[in-house]
């Protein structure tokens, strides 16, 4: 199984409706316990995606053998400058890969695919927060390179930006906000969790790093 997977060619395809709850388990399944007891990312998806902030062709999934085996999401983001300007970027995020079939290059193919159709989108940027040695890979960079911080004013090496055209970034500066959505509170976490199979939440080694 395992040179099998070394040879996955997965299909990355926009992300449909009916495929809305199984990439929302997926993401579910992928954060679970690595960042904090449980997780949250699958509800900031379900958010983003009745948010105006969605976009539709950026919403993919990829598909091996007829299986979800791994989904992204880049979302309309602003970065607010000194005169209070706001210039439309992206934020990238969250991504996912079914652990059965992570670290064989889908979470690599999905935010290649990303980044591709963000590009001929004809969006300047897309700024994320994630793991620096995996993501500098792609040509992300610390922001604090293009002068764009954080909504506090802070400049993080998990903070990272990414020009999709020439000097796309080179007007654009001042403090980051993704949409709302992002933010969750336990109540709606636990409501929203009412709809998935029971799952412990414990705390692991992982936590520790963030």
């Known amino acids: 199984?395992?040179?099998?997977?070394?040879?996955?060619?997965?299909?990355?395809?926009?992300?449909?409706q009916k495929d809305f709850k199984i990439t929302e388990n997926l993401t579910?399944?992928?954060?679970?316990?690595?960042?904090?007891?449980?997780?949250?990312e699958h509800l900031v998806l379900n958010k983003l995606r009745n948010s105006k902030s969605y976009i539709s062709k950026l919403d993919l999934v990829a598909v091996f053998e007829n299986k979800i085996v791994g989904h992204i999401i880049s979302t309309k983001a602003k970065v607010i400058d000194s005169q209070d300007f706001e210039h439309e970027v992206l934020c990238l995020g969250p991504v996912s890969v079914n652990p059965e079939f992570q670290?064989?290059?889908?979470?690599?193919?999905l935010i290649n695919e990303s980044i591709k159709v963000a590009t001929e989108s004809g969006f300047p940027g897309m700024?994320?927060?994630?793991?620096?040695e995996y993501y500098h890979r792609f040509g992300f960079k610390n922001a604090a390179i293009y002068n764009i911080t954080t909504k506090d004013g802070q400049n993080l090496e998990p903070f990272?930006?990414?020009?999709?055209?020439?000097?796309?970034?080179?007007?654009?500066?001042?403090?980051?906000?993704?949409?709302?959505?992002?933010?969750?509170?336990?109540?709606?976490?636990v409501e929203y969790e009412k709809q998935f199979p029971f799952k412990e939440k414990i705390v692991t080694e992982t936590q520790l790093k963030f």
């Open 127 to 132: 700024i994320l927060f994630g793991n620096p």
């Open 160 to 189: 990272m930006a990414l020009e999709l055209q020439w000097n796309g970034l080179k007007n654009v500066n001042g403090r980051f906000f993704e949409d709302e959505c992002f933010s969750t509170n336990e109540t709606e976490l």
């Open 1 to 16: 199984m395992k040179n099998q997977r070394k040879t996955m060619k997965p299909l990355i395809q926009p992300t449909t």
């Open 28 to 40: 579910r399944e992928a954060f679970w316990n690595v960042y904090k007891p449980g997780c949250d």
């Open 103 to 109: 670290k064989n290059g889908i979470g690599s193919k």
